[in-house]
């Protein structure tokens, strides 16, 4: 083997590398890829989402394009995003896997805005899998009903976090809930298992969120379902 040309190999192999460490190293985009683990999401949507402006959005957005992470598609005056494969998720889930064995400050983060969330205990993706067909088990899905109707958990209803406490009624005392909804650090399902407790309701939130169990190739339906689990009941 040529030294030479093995060296310039692996400059080339490492700097296409970097380039994907180039385009992550920044906070807004890192929480694109995750609002696009959701599913599709116009340039508008993203921008309102996050805070920053369109013309903002666009430049981030192009950056992650260019790195092959996402495609596009154009519908009359508004264009479209999506990541260019499921299994990105995985990248930012174990860059976030990293970030909590190795960062104090992110656990101490997480502690402050969540509180202690090991009680009740939550449900692991490979749990649930296993219960999956269980007539006594629902799985809530807390997001917005868009994000729903992209895609979510077999066998999930859609009750965004908004509408929780007024459908109440709609939810037995005799099943036991799941929750779920962006992932490990979305407050929804945190506040679903609060109002479902507080009601009366067994319930736990999924550790992961969706775009990790779409990655990890769980099943996975789209398109929007029955409101109701089961017959209305007393609150």
Request: glycine letters at 6%; charged letters at 30%; hydrophobic letters at 40%.
């Amino acid at each position: 083997m040529d030294y030479n040309n093995h060296r310039q190999f692996k400059d080339r192999l490492y700097a296409q590398l970097a380039r994907l460490g180039k385009v992550l190293g920044n906070a807004h985009r890192l929480e694109i890829l995750d609002l696009l683990g959701q599913g599709e999401r116009s340039v508008d949507s993203l921008a309102t989402e996050i805070g920053i402006s369109i013309a903002n959005a666009s430049q981030h957005l192009k950056a992650l394009q260019h790195a092959q992470l996402l495609e596009s598609r154009k519908d009359g005056l508004f264009v479209y995003y999506r990541l260019a494969d499921p299994a990105i998720s995985k990248l930012t889930s174990a860059l976030r896997g990293v970030a909590e064995e190795r960062l104090a400050e992110l656990e101490e983060l997480v502690h402050e805005h969540f509180g202690d969330r090991a009680n009740p205990e939550p449900v692991a993706m490979r749990d649930l899998l296993k219960r999956l067909r269980s007539r006594d088990l629902v799985i809530l899905d807390t997001r917005p009903a868009t994000e729903f109707a992209n895609g979510h958990i077999a066998g999930a209803i859609s009750v965004p976090i908004g509408d929780l406490r007024m459908r109440l009624r709609e939810l037995p005392r005799n099943k036991e809930y799941v929750a779920y909804c962006r992932g490990p650090y979305c407050v929804y399902a945190d506040r679903a298992v609060a109002i479902l407790r507080q009601a009366h309701r067994k319930a736990h939130r999924l550790l992961e969120g969706f775009p990790e169990w779409n990655a990890a190739e769980l099943p996975v339906e789209t398109g929007l379902k029955p409101r109701r689990p089961a017959k209305a009941v007393r609150a």
